[in-house]
């Protein structure tokens, strides 16, 4: 078992390097002794997980790793993933929960969760439900979770104070709210979730404010929120939050 996590420990090496590895470097980023690094790369070499640099003393990712991608790919079900997430986040907070994607100018719901109690304080949306993209808290979500060039492409010469006020927001916290924007009677919170495949989605949870205060959205609301959207970005093999964030924030800025 200690060797199988070992491999694993190896492979992950390189899939967070992004370039070849020697095995002193393997040995430095895990600190498991190079004798021990040098057997369980021959055996991923052997199994087709890892390949020698040619006229180097390195080692890089090899096409066996794209079989159990691919696998991992097909298999995944991001509706399906989500779905039990959402129903437990509305139970938690007796509000309504929601997974959305971006349809052009909107964010378009494909999946939700609502409380079941009869006092639940839910929010009258349902799948197939479209919030704008500036204004909802999906939509500002999902503006701050992809990278600028894509924001820019998707705002156009749009020039909205909520939208550069909520990004301000994701970059510090890695969620967004719109108290009232997308609709006067809801307050809702939001945090962007990347795929395994790089799609960008959002998770929300809201409620009319009549029944909600702004400071239970934040207080109790939001650390659940960013649990289940960290969740769910665990099971696709995705990040969420303000990882995603800041993952973008490293890849433009110039080195």
């Not at 924001?151 to 916290?173: E, F, Y």
Request: proline share 5%.
């Amino acid at each position: 078992m200690l060797a199988l996590a070992r491999g694993f420990q190896v492979l992950d090496c390189f899939a967070v390097a992004r370039r070849p590895l020697g095995n002193g470097d393997v040995t430095r980023i895990t600190g498991i002794p190079k004798a021990t690094v040098a057997r369980l790369i021959g055996t991923l070499v052997g199994l087709g997980q890892l390949r020698p640099v040619p006229q180097s003393e390195r080692y890089e990712l090899a096409p066996g790793v794209v079989r159990l991608a691919q696998a991992f790919l097909d298999g995944l079900d991001l509706r399906g993933a989500a779905r039990p997430l959402l129903q437990a986040l509305a139970e938690a907070t007796g509000a309504s929960a929601f997974l959305g994607v971006r349809d052009g100018s909107d964010m378009l719901v494909i999946e939700g969760g609502r409380a079941r109690s009869p006092s639940a304080l839910v929010l009258a949306a349902s799948v197939g439900t479209r919030m704008a993209l500036t204004t909802s808290a999906l939509g500002r979500a999902w503006l701050a979770g992809v990278d600028d060039a894509t924001r820019r492409a998707a705002l156009g010469d749009v020039a909205d104070p909520g939208v550069q006020a909520a990004l301000a927001l994701a970059s510090r916290h890695g969620h967004v709210l719109s108290l009232g924007d997308w609709h006067p009677a809801i307050i809702a919170a939001a945090v962007p979730v990347r795929t395994a495949l790089g799609e960008v989605v959002a998770l929300n949870c809201g409620s009319p404010v009549a029944l909600m205060s702004v400071e239970r959205l934040q207080s109790e609301v939001l650390p659940r929120l960013h649990a289940t959207a960290q969740a769910l970005a665990a099971c696709i093999g995705g990040v969420a939050g303000l990882a995603l964030i800041q993952h973008n924030q490293r890849k433009e800025t110039p080195s």
